[in-house]
């Protein structure tokens, strides 16, 4: 199984991983426009020409990067937010899967959002569904929180946009040797965004 190999669900191969990650990290730093492929090839000490080995074009490594962080994301996520319990504290779990995510994957979550305009239409409207499909869930179990009276009732759709967005700007300044650690973010995002019940 190769990169090549549009919708795979799992790199098996060492070098492939080592092709994501080498590409995702300079798609970050330098923009995906800006990369070519021989800066990718140079930086993986290859030729160029068997880079076509495992992907058939820089655009197709791109959706892959982008297209598994979103799934994955998802995968850690979602399950809290449609677990049981208060719904309350189903977001504050949320948030910190999130968060947890973002500090492991930070660049990968970064392109998500940056790069999105770079995929070809079909691709970007794909993505744009499976985001929105996400958004979905934050807003049901806001509502549900809501409905339990265990919130002071918000504007749910810019509520849902301000959690994610903190969340996913995360990328930009978190560092690993800083003051705070990712769960005390998270305590903080959910003290910030999720106001009680007055």
Request: aromatic fraction near 0%; charge should be neutral; avoid cysteine.
């Given at each position: 199984m190769t990169v090549r190999e549009a919708g795979s669900p799992s790199v098996t191969r060492p070098r492939e991983a080592e092709l994501l990650r080498v590409a995702t990290g300079l798609f970050r730093e330098r923009g995906f426009h800006a990369t070519s492929m021989q800066d990718l090839a140079e930086a993986l000490r290859m030729n160029r020409g068997s880079l076509y080995h495992y992907i058939e074009s820089k655009d197709d490594l791109l959706w892959w990067i982008i297209s598994g962080a979103l799934d994955r994301l998802r995968a850690q996520v979602e399950p809290v937010l449609a677990g049981g319990g208060p719904a309350v504290e189903r977001l504050r779990g949320a948030i910190a899967e999130h968060l947890a995510f973002a500090a492991h994957h930070g660049d990968e979550l970064?392109?998500?959002?940056?790069?999105?305009?770079?995929?070809?239409?079909?691709?970007?409207?794909?993505?744009?569904?499976?985001?929105?499909a996400y958004e979905h869930q934050w807003r049901a179990t806001l509502e549900a929180a809501f409905e339990e009276g265990s919130l002071r009732p918000t504007d749910v759709r810019l509520t849902v946009i301000a959690i994610l967005s903190a969340c996913n700007w995360f990328t930009q300044w978190y560092r690993p040797d800083g003051s705070l650690t990712v769960d005390q973010i998270a305590a903080s995002f959910a003290d910030l965004f999720l106001s009680p019940q007055s």
């Open positions: 970064a392109l998500v959002q940056i790069e999105l305009r770079s995929l070809a239409p079909d691709r970007r409207a794909d993505l744009i569904e499976r985001r929105d």
